[in-house]
């Protein structure tokens, strides 16, 4: 067997190993919604695309999410435009490029200006906590039901549901979020439940 073989039948061993597949599930029931937003450790890492009126980008993301607590990496294309939030019940630290970091504490009213300002695009980072799990933030009020809802200015869909180990029902692959002109999808390529 040639050298090249080998190194194609390690790329292609390597690459089996970093995306296990997902498997298809149904649509999670209503009554898992609780159980769902109740996760409290989980991590995902995928794709996101984003479109606005002036602009349109795609990026890889990594979400640890551990209790109250989170760190949400995201980073373009041969980690151009990399950026790093930090996420606490009293304060959000951004830290993008060469810009000095910039802590928002609560309520987080100043929250979605930087990180317009930080990122490119509005991030509704407080509810896409449970966005991403397919079901609506605690509060406030969401109208419809997941998966499809409206919540905060944002038209929520997740779709594409896979069975993950550990999760109390089916988790989304897929999420769109729409606000005005504002489009943001999400595509989940690998997700972990539970105490890492």
Aim: with cysteine; glycine share 10%.
């Amino acid at each position: 067997m040639t050298r090249g073989w080998l190194v194609l039948l390690a790329l292609v061993a390597l690459g089996a190993c970093s995306h296990a597949p997902v498997r298809q599930a149904p649509m999670p029931a209503p009554a898992d919604a609780i159980a769902l937003a109740a996760i409290e450790y989980w991590q995902a890492s995928g794709r996101i695309a984003v479109r606005t009126a002036q602009d349109g980008f795609s990026a890889h993301f990594d979400w640890r999410q551990a209790g109250a607590r989170a760190e949400l990496g995201v980073r373009g294309p041969f980690g151009a435009g990399a950026a790093r939030l930090s996420v606490g019940p009293d304060s959000v630290r951004i830290e993008s490029g060469n810009e000095p970091p910039m802590e928002v504490s609560a309520p987080f009213e100043a929250l979605e200006p930087q990180l317009v300002a930080r990122l490119g695009f509005p991030l509704p980072l407080t509810s896409l906590r449970y966005w991403i799990l397919g079901v609506p933030a605690p509060s406030p009020a969401s109208v419809g039901d997941a998966p499809a809802f409206d919540q905060a200015g944002w038209h929520v869909v997740a779709s594409q549901f896979a069975a993950v180990d550990q999760a109390p029902g089916s988790l989304p692959a897929r999420l769109e979020l729409t606000r005005g002109a504002t489009r943001i999808r999400v595509i989940v390529d690998r997700w972990r439940v539970g105490v890492p």
